[in-house]
């Protein structure tokens, strides 16, 4: 995949990309969720599932970027 994450948009850490298949099925999902185990976007966020697991990859990447830019908190 060519495309880059952006950071966390809560706190700025790295995104990073999984790629699973739903309980017992062979039906694939990707998703983009935060490294740091503190955020709220650590947990399965850019969700999406589909025909082959290079398209969803392609939408949860896009979608994870594509969404509106919140000033991240640092404590």
Excluded at 33 to 49: I, K, M, V
Aim: glycine letters at 2%; hydrophobic letters at 30%.
């Amino acid at each position: 995949m060519d495309k880059a994450l952006k950071s966390c948009p809560f706190c700025g850490s790295k995104a990073e990309l999984k790629e699973a298949h739903y309980l017992e099925s062979e039906l694939p999902y990707s998703y983009v969720h935060c490294t740091s185990e503190s955020c709220t976007l650590n947990h399965n966020t850019a969700h999406f599932s589909g025909n082959t697991e290079a398209r969803n990859s392609e939408n949860a990447v896009t979608a994870w970027n594509k969404r509106l830019e919140i000033p991240a908190v640092h404590h």
